[in-house]
């Protein structure tokens, strides 16, 4: 089995090369298209004749697509580049996937939901994004849909690693430089480790490869690959404020022996409001996940457990 990889150098994509390696051929590529060796197999992923030129050329039997235009803020000023990549391009891959009989995973974000509210989101729960990225991500969810290739859409919220910029690396950086520290204390969701992504993602290509058909189906099979084609929620269980994240996060650095200048508790909460935003935040980005954990029978962990572990490990590298 061949798997493309697209989006490698993410905090997503580094954690899938690990993850999809033992499964088959992985061929993993960056934004720009470029392998591991260095060279560029066709364009670039914002050029769209050159994204199917590059899946033709690859004749992949599952296409997992990590890369995306995700930085929220500047896609206020960048509508048509963000709609590109995270719609159009994801639409062409769609496409393929459905003609060549491929399976598309693809990752979305609770940005597709309006916020409002104190109750997790389901994957039947009206969308009403509330801004330009959300607005993308929930049109390229639409053109997989409408295409009916067999796909994977995985939504996610907070997402966090060991590789890349993120939220947790940013409040360990500024706990360690700065004599004071607010973070937003009215939204709410669950912070995710690309780890969790990567590791779902592979137990879920392997379980549509071994499903049973659908004339098996008809003999009694109860899951089939067909049936488990679908848009899932995926987030470690709990829920927490960015306040109370970035407590965790110090805390556990702290107990790893970092020094830092703001300790968890100094941490200050702030609303929103006083932390203004090119791009409106949802308040209320809670994910239900029932449906993936019973789907797939996972077991998906506090997300508290996730990120005393990733913090340890960042902090063993700081305190070498």
């Known amino acids: ?43 670039d992923l914002s050029q769209l004749e050159a994204l199917a030129a590059a899946v033709d050329h690859i004749a992949p039997s599952v296409i997992v697509n990590a890369a995306a235009y995700t930085a929220v803020d500047k896609a206020e000023s960048e509508p048509e580049l963000a709609d590109r990549i995270n719609h159009h391009a ?34 039947t729960d009206a969308t009403g994004p509330l801004n330009t990225y959300g607005r993308t991500k929930l ?7 409408a295409t ?4 994977f859409i995985f939504r996610t919220s907070w997402v966090y690693g060991l590789y890349g910029q993120n939220f947790a690396k940013t409040m360990l950086r500024l706990a360690q430089t700065r004599d004071s ?76 022996g970092v020094a830092l200048r703001v300790m968890p508790e100094q941490v200050g909460g702030i609303p929103s409001s006083q932390y203004p935003t090119p791009a409106a935040r949802p308040h209320n980005s809670r994910l239900n996940c029932t449906k993936l954990e019973q789907s797939l029978g996972l077991h998906l962990p506090q997300w508290e457990q996730e990120v005393r572990r990733t913090v340890r490990f960042i902090a063993q590298q700081m305190t070498r």
């Open 90 to 123: 994801v639409a062409q891959l769609a496409t393929w996937a459905k003609a060549h009989g491929a399976l598309l995973v693809h990752y979305s974000t609770d940005y597709v939901f309006a916020g409002s509210g104190n109750d997790a989101w389901s994957e």
């Open 139 to 145: 049109a390229g969810e639409e053109a997989i849909r």
């Open 148 to 151: 009916g290739c067999a796909h």
């Open 181 to 256: 520290l607010n973070v937003v204390n009215d939204q709410w969701g669950a912070p995710t480790p690309a780890s969790l992504i990567a590791d779902v993602t592979a137990h879920a290509i392997r379980a549509w490869l071994n499903a049973p058909s659908a004339a098996q189906a008809a003999a009694g099979a109860a899951l089939t690959s067909t049936s488990l084609s679908g848009t899932y929620h995926l987030a470690p269980a709990g829920e927490t404020t960015w306040q109370a994240y970035a407590q965790c996060v110090l805390d556990g650095a702290r107990a790893a």
């Open 1 to 43: 089995m061949r798997i493309l990889l697209l989006g490698k150098n993410g905090q997503v994509g580094w954690e899938l090369q690990r993850a999809l390696a033992p499964l088959g051929e992985l061929i993993a590529l960056d934004r720009q298209l470029t392998d591991w060796r260095g060279q560029t197999v066709v364009g």
